[in-house]
């Protein structure tokens, strides 16, 4: 009988997973989104014409053995676009719902799309549609329940945490904006009053050029705990010396920064040095030491950040802009409270304090996916008291095996379920952008072929017939 796996979340990581299991496998594909036209997402599903790519073309195909997938889309497009280029992200999110209308057009109606949302993963009660003794069941916001043999969580990030305690007055203030990508979330900002934006990375950057774009007049001030703008990317042309070695292996946080340091010393382009890290990356994290890894979060991650995700040149030289213009202001201070003014701003209370800009018309959270477990949505929340799953050791997803497999409570697989792409960060450090996200979903798709007779609960969707893959029309 032919299995089905559930793919729970219709996103960029959504997208990668489904095309893969489609294409490797003869199951059939349960793609579970509230979206109107799954693919989008959160990151491309709100992006405005100035919201560009935060990587080059080049590195953006959605399939892993063709590089220039996402390129040769966008020449059709626009043919004068090159591989290093940085183009709109609402581009990236036109090319995900291309690639899956494509692969469910060559899959031959094994692909079903169901809007709503999952609110929880319970075991197969009885006979379904997909055979007599299910191994899942996915319960939905309509009150609605779908059956699956195998699930794939590809949920994104966790949601934003508040940057402090807030007060119910506040949550419910006009002026406080907890998460910036809902729709129209900025459209109530007051033109004509500051704007404090907690978090100076990609998000506060978008948020800015949104305000900016709008016609906003204020002062816009942003903070975060080291003040720290992502760094540029290369310009086109710009020479660049490559690093001659680096580290394999990482015994000690202070001796791999040393390797790091010197390489830079040395001349090497500090961009050609991370890079060149990034496949490393996850080999290196599991290498260090735990108090390591604590002492790398709480001191260093916020510096590998701004270098590992990095603005476009053409952003960066708008903000610049914006800074000598004083109408960017960065700032490195922590938010310690937001109160309601009676006049009906927000007053903020910093660490350390300044003077100025201490009422704002709207406050702004751009600080990024919050940790687990208490940022989480209703899903997660309920897998982790359920024991299914658990969050890694330092909240920054859930733990997982090598494959993906969301391990429970006593750190084993309870339910055939796996997740790709941020929720690995239980585990994994880099697995958030596009290059590792479509390499899991091949070796997922691979993963869930290698026991078609094995037990249920373990692998067992069946191999596509010769050459792997079931072909997909160019």
Known sequence: MTETVAVVGGGCSGVLVTRELLRCTTARV??????????????????????????????????????????????????????????????????????????AAAAGGRLRVHRARVTRITTGDGPSDTGPDPAVGLELDDGGRLDADRIVLAIGHAAPADPCRIDPTVRDHP?????????????????????????????????????????????????????????????????????????????????????????????????????????????????????????????????????????????????????????????????RGIAAHPEGDLRVTLDPG??????????????????????????????VADGVARPGPHGLGLDVADDGAVLGRDGQQVLPLWTIGPPRRGRFFETTAVPEIRAQARALAVRLTAGADGPRGGSGVRPAPAGGQVPVPA
Not at 194 to 208: C, E, S, Y
Not at 249 to 260: D, E, F, I, N, Y
Not at 286 to 298: E, H, I, S
Not at 357 to 371: D, E
């Open 30 to 103: 349960l793609l579970v989104d509230p979206a109107d036209a799954p693919g989008r997402g959160l990151a491309y599903g709100a992006a405005h014409p100035w919201h560009l790519l935060n990587s080059r073309v080049g590195a953006m195909s959605a399939d892993p053995d063709a590089g220039a997938g996402f390129l040769d889309w966008c020449r059709r497009r626009r043919p004068t676009v090159e591989p290093g280029d940085f183009v709109p992200r609402e581009w990236f999110g036109d090319y995900l719902q291309e690639t899956l209308r494509e692969t």
């Open 175 to 335: 002026g406080y904006i907890a998460d910036p990508w809902r729709p129209a979330a900025l459209a109530g900002v007051p033109a004509d009053r500051p704007v404090l934006l907690v978090g100076t990375g990609l998000t506060a950057i978008d948020v800015t050029l949104s305000l900016i774009r709008s016609g906003h007049g204020g002062p816009i001030v942003a903070v975060s705990r080291h003040g720290l703008l992502p760094r540029m990317h290369r310009r086109r042309g710009m020479p660049f010396r490559p690093p001659t070695e680096l580290p394999e292996t990482a015994p000690s946080l202070r001796g791999l920064v040393r390797q790091v340091r010197a390489q830079v010393a040395g001349g090497a382009d500090w961009r050609a040095v991370v890079d060149g890290l990034r496949p490393r990356v996850d080999a290196l994290w599991a290498d260090l030491p735990a108090a390591d890894r604590d002492r790398f979060l709480r001191h260093l991650a916020r510096h590998w950040e701004v270098h590992r995700h990095r603005m476009a040149p053409e952003v960066a030289d708008e903000v610049a802009r914006l800074r000598v213009e004083g109408r960017l202001v960065m700032r490195a201070a922590a938010v």
């Open 354 to 383: 300044y003077d100025d800009h201490t009422r704002f018309g709207a406050v702004v959270n751009c600080t990024g996916p919050g940790a687990l477990p208490r940022s989480t949505d209703r899903l997660v929340g309920g897998l």
